[in-house]
């Protein structure tokens, strides 16, 4: 697999290295020794799948406030999403930027987003389905987000009738400081 730094210190873009031959293909898609020299932990103690049968169904941006903060990979298993991760840690030098990149079922690219992060994503395809792996148990109680569309943000999500819930459109604006 090839582990590429995002802009933003901690984020990082995953790309599998499959091997092929006629039976399909084969790829590791974590590798505890691998992501460590990145310094990214592999110690995934849940995972959760989304399913979204429309095209432009938004949900975020979430994330668990500390002390239950969770480093986070995502991947797609079906179907394509634009996918967000908004840095939100104190004192950060890039608090309050933003990166986003396309996960498909076909490009197969994994996205890891590390504590102090909020997530997001936003389907491109119908019948989208989204695999997340978790170091930290989820905690109701921690469960929290910001808005998707705060102009603080940004952020340049895809032309869509969006689709997203009653919570995610009532989630507070990002606090910059």
Request: glycine share 8%; aromatic share 10%; with cysteine.
């Amino acid at each position: 697999m090839r582990i590429t730094r995002a802009p933003i210190d901690g984020v990082h873009v995953i790309d599998i290295e499959p091997r092929e031959d006629a039976r399909g293909l084969f790829a590791r898609t974590v590798c505890r020794e691998e992501f460590a020299r990145h310094g990214l932990n592999a110690d995934f103690v849940q995972q959760s799948v989304s399913w979204n049968p429309r095209k432009g169904t938004l949900r975020g941006l979430h994330y668990q406030a500390s002390p239950h903060g969770e480093d986070k990979l995502v991947r797609v298993t079906r179907g394509a999403v634009f996918d967000v991760a908004v840095d939100i840690r104190p004192g950060s030098p890039t608090r309050g930027r933003w990166f986003g990149v396309e996960l498909s079922a076909e490009n197969r690219r994994q996205l890891y987003i590390p504590k102090g992060f909020a997530h997001g994503f936003q389907t491109l395809l119908p019948d989208t389905e989204i695999l997340y792996e978790m170091t930290a148990p989820f905690h109701a109680g921690s469960a929290t987000g910001i808005r998707w569309d705060d102009p603080a943000l940004a952020i340049g999500w895809p032309e869509a009738e969006r689709i997203m819930s009653d919570r995610d459109l009532a989630l507070p604006r990002f606090q910059p400081n």
